[in-house]
């Protein structure tokens, strides 16, 4: 079982990690262990792992590095496993699967299967696979100003501090939206894979990251007061029915013209920004258990 492992994911909880290397080895599983040395590697390295027939491929690391590995993966029988070690793990929660060490050694050694399939996000220089979701404008904000050291340090907080940091200094540009040949326009949008957002949150009820398509939520309202209404309505499950806040289906995602935001893909902040929003060419299988 070959495990890609990223050193710099989440706030480093390297003991699950090992505990779980513990308990696989000492029921005769064979394990190697290949640590990511730069963002891309876990990518090379689960591609080269499918083109050598393997099986199953293991991401320990959170959800950017679940993404990276299920774009080496796709188009190739290999299935994916995963280590959550991220800081939000939102991945792992919306398939149920398990945090404690036993419990995820027993996944990865049942490999029952069920399908993910991944969304890509198209940059003017390169596609970006995403296996959550895709945020633009208020959202991608969050996450290009987010320090490092203060989500190493407080986790999941940190997002929430720096989301009150951004509804106050963030300019709200409206956003350009085109959702199946639709016109629409928003403070900001997520184009989402899953159900839930930042953890266990509920975002778009809807969602079915085993099929092709998109959830996407246009936070139609701008500035300070909705931006942090839609905070405080995220934690309660309210946030799918707040006013303000539209969910539509969708296959295909443009954005247009919008030269001055920022943008995000499974909590990773994106260098350009994504031009269209489409489905992966196939799913892969996912490990759970
Ligand atoms: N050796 C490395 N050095 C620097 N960056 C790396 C390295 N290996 C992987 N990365 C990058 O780290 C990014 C963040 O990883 P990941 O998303 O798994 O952790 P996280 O952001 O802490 O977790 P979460 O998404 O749950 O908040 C990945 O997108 C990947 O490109």
């Not at 929660?93 to 299967?113: C, D, F, W």
């Not at 894979?193 to 930042?198: F, I, P």
Request: proline share 8%.
């Amino acid at each position: 079982m070959l495990i890609i492992f990223n050193p710099v994911a989440g706030r480093r909880r390297v003991a699950l990690l090992w505990r779980v290397l513990d308990l696989l080895m000492s029921n005769g599983v064979k394990v190697e262990v290949a640590e990511t040395e730069h963002p891309g590697h876990a990518t090379e390295l689960a591609r080269e792992a499918a083109r050598e027939g393997r099986g199953m491929v293991v991401a320990a690391g959170g959800d950017g590095t679940i993404a990276e590995v299920a774009n080496g993966l796709i188009g190739s029988p290999t299935a994916l496993g995963v280590i959550p070690l991220g800081t939000a793990n939102v991945l792992a929660k919306e398939y149920g699967l398990p945090s404690s060490p036993r419990a995820v050694a027993n996944m990865l050694a049942y490999k029952r299967t069920r399908l993910l399939w991944p969304g890509i996000a198209r940059l003017p220089r390169e596609d970006h696979v995403f296996v959550q979701m895709a945020g633009l404008g208020f959202d991608g904000a969050v996450v290009h100003g987010l320090p490092p050291l203060l989500k190493r340090v407080i986790g999941r907080g940190a997002y929430v501090w720096q989301s009150v940091w951004e509804s106050l200094v963030y300019g709200f540009p409206p956003l350009r939206v085109i959702v199946d040949g639709e016109a629409h326009e928003a403070a900001s949008v997520v184009v989402s894979k899953g159900r839930l957002y930042g953890g266990s949150y509920l975002l778009a009820p809807e969602a079915k990251p085993e099929a092709p398509g998109f959830q996407v939520v246009l936070f139609e309202r701008s500035g300070t007061l909705p931006a942090l209404l839609s905070g405080a309505a995220l934690p309660l499950g309210i946030l799918p029915r707040c006013p303000g806040v539209r969910i539509l289906p969708a296959s295909h995602v443009e954005f247009p013209g919008n030269a001055r935001s920022w943008a995000q893909c499974d909590g990773d902040a994106l260098e350009g920004l994504p031009f269209a929003v489409t489905n992966a060419p196939a799913p892969i299988s996912l490990i759970t258990g």
